[in-house]
C-alpha cells in the first residue's frame, strides 16, 4: 500500500503561482512513478503531469511551460510547481503513483485525495 497526501491548494489570482506537494509514505516512493490528474465538477480526471522513476517528464499540452513536476526521493515527496495560473485551471488536483506513469487514470495503483485550487480573474 502506499497513502498519498496533497497539499498547498489554495486561492490565488490569475497570473500568480502556487506549489503543491504530495507526500507518499508505505512502500518504496521510487519503486513508483508519479502523475498529477485533476478535475472538476461535471467533468472526468484530466491528466497533467507525469514524471518517471528515473526523473523523466510528461506535461499535458495545457500545462507544458507553466507547470514543473519534480520528486525528492529522501523527502518522498513530490511536487507541481504551477506558474502563471489561469482561471482554467481551477481544480482540484490529485496526485497518483503508478509503476509505470503515463497519462491514463486507469494506470495508477493509488491515489490521494485531492486538493483544491481556485485562480480567480
Known amino acids: 500500500q502506499v497513502q498519498l497526501v496533497e497539499s498547498g491548494g489554495g486561492l490565488v489570482q490569475a497570473g500568480g503561482s502556487l506549489i503543491l506537494s504530495c507526500a507518499a509514505s508505505?512502500?518504496?516512493?521510487?519503486?513508483?512513478?508519479m502523475g498529477w490528474f485533476r478535475q472538476t465538477p461535471g467533468k472526468e480526471r484530466e491528466f497533467v503531469v507525469a514524471?518517471?522513476?528515473?526523473?523523466?517528464?510528461y506535461y499535458a499540452h495545457s500545462v507544458k511551460g507553466r507547470f514543473t513536476i519534480s520528486r525528492d526521493n529522501a523527502k518522498n515527496t513530490v511536487y507541481l510547481q504551477m506558474n502563471s495560473l489561469k482561471p482554467e485551471d481551477t481544480a482540484v488536483y490529485y496526485c497518483?503513483?503508478?509503476?509505470?506513469?503515463?497519462?491514463?487514470?486507469?494506470?495508477?495503483?493509488?491515489w490521494g485525495q485531492g486538493t483544491q485550487v481556485t485562480v480567480s480573474s
Open positions: 497518483a503513483a503508478a509503476i509505470f506513469p503515463y497519462s491514463d487514470s486507469r494506470q495508477y495503483d493509488y
Open positions: 508505505g512502500r518504496t516512493f521510487t519503486s513508483y512513478g
Open positions: 514524471i518517471g522513476r528515473s526523473g523523466s517528464t
